[in-house]
C-alpha cells in the first residue's frame, strides 16, 4: 500500500490535484484513529481511513471537491452507526482538504530545439506542462518528472480535447501542422493563450488564411506570432526559449488574484466546529 505522505510527494511533484483526507476527531468505538489520513485523487486513492461505508463515502465526497478549481477545506461528521451501518457504531469527524491542479496548463507541441530549450524551463515553473510530438526519435532521453509526453500521431486532436484556458505553444517543424494546431485552438474560442513560433512574414500568411477561412478579426487577434518577448531578440534556441517562458510568466501573474489565499487551516475553529457538532448529537441522542 502507499503511503499517503509518499502520494503526495508524487502528486506535488506531478502538479496533480488531490484531496487529503483526515480523521480529525473521534467518539465511541471507530475504526481508525484520530490522525489517519488518506489521499483521493480523481482515479486513485492511498492509504486508509478504516475502509467499509465511512471510507467509501469518504472518498466519494473527495470527488466531489475534485471537481472545483480552487483549493478548499470542508469538515463532514459521519455518525458510523446511525447513517453508515457500521457496526463500530460511534461518530467519526473527517477533514477533507483539496489541494487544486497547481497552475496553468501548457500545450507544448513540437520537439525541436526550441522545445528541447524551453520544456526544461517551464518544468522548473508552476504550469503542467504536456509535451506532444508525432516523431518518437526526437524527445531526449530525460525529461522532467513533471511533464507529461506524448507520442501521438494526429497532434490537432490533442487540441480539441484540451481544458479551457490552456496555453497552447506551437513549435513544430512543419509550417502546415503549426496552421492546422493554430486554427484548431482559435476555433475552440477559450483557450487563454496560442502563440506560434516563426517570423513576421509567416504570421501574416496565417492572418490571411484565418481570414479567408472567415475567422472573425478579434479571434485572429488571439494569436501571438512570432510567440515571445518582442523586446528579446536572439535567435538561438535557448534566448528563443527564455524569451517564450518570459512571456508565460507574464501572462501567468497576471491572472494572479491581487491577494493571494492561504493553504492553511484555521484549526481553532475547527476544534470548536467538532466540539459543537458533537455536542448537538449527543444531546440528540439523549433524547
Known amino acids: 500500500m502507499t503511503r499517503w505522505g509518499e502520494m503526495i510527494a508524487q502528486l506535488q511533484r506531478t502538479s496533480e490535484a488531490y484531496v487529503l483526507v483526515t480523521v480529525i476527531g473521534t467518539r465511541g468505538s471507530t475504526p481508525r484513529e484520530t490522525g489517519s489520513k488518506m489521499v483521493v485523487t480523481a482515479e486513485n486513492s492511498y492509504d486508509t481511513i478504516g475502509g467499509g461505508h465511512l471510507e467509501f463515502k469518504a472518498i466519494a465526497r473527495a470527488r466531489e471537491l475534485l471537481l472545483g478549481h480552487s483549493d478548499s477545506q470542508t469538515l463532514e461528521q459521519y455518525p458510523l452507526g446511525a447513517t453508515l451501518g457500521q457496526c463500530c457504531g460511534g461518530e467519526v469527524s473527517v477533514l477533507f482538504e483539496y489541494f487544486a491542479a497547481v497552475g496553468k496548463s501548457v500545450l507544448v507541441f513540437g520537439a525541436g530545439h526550441v522545445a528541447k530549450a524551453l520544456v526544461p524551463l517551464l518544468a522548473e515553473l508552476p504550469l503542467r506542462v504536456t509535451w506532444i510530438d508525432?516523431?518518437?526519435?526526437?524527445?531526449?532521453?530525460?525529461?522532467?518528472?513533471?511533464?507529461e509526453k506524448r507520442l501521438v500521431d494526429d497532434p490537432v486532436a490533442e487540441v480539441d480535447s484540451a481544458e479551457a484556458g490552456v496555453y497552447v505553444l506551437i513549435l513544430t517543424h512543419n509550417h502546415q501542422l503549426d496552421y492546422e494546431l493554430t486554427e484548431a485552438a482559435l476555433k475552440r474560442g477559450d483557450t487563454a493563450f496560442v502563440g506560434v513560433i516563426g517570423s513576421d512574414t509567416k504570421a501574416r500568411r496565417f492572418r490571411q488564411r484565418l481570414a479567408y477561412r472567415q475567422f472573425d478579426q478579434a479571434l485572429i487577434e488571439q494569436m501571438t506570432c512570432p510567440v515571445g518577448l518582442p523586446e528579446i531578440q536572439g535567435k538561438q534556441p535557448m534566448e528563443v526559449a527564455v524569451s517564450i517562458a518570459g512571456q508565460l510568466i507574464a501572462l501567468y501573474q497576471a491572472d494572479r488574484p491581487a491577494q493571494g489565499k492561504t493553504n492553511g487551516i484555521d484549526w481553532r475553529t475547527l476544534k470548536e466546529t467538532f466540539a459543537m457538532e458533537s455536542d448537538h448529537v449527543e444531546k440528540a441522542s439523549n433524547k
Open 134 to 147: 508525432s516523431r518518437a526519435e526526437q524527445f531526449p532521453e530525460t525529461i522532467p518528472v513533471n511533464v
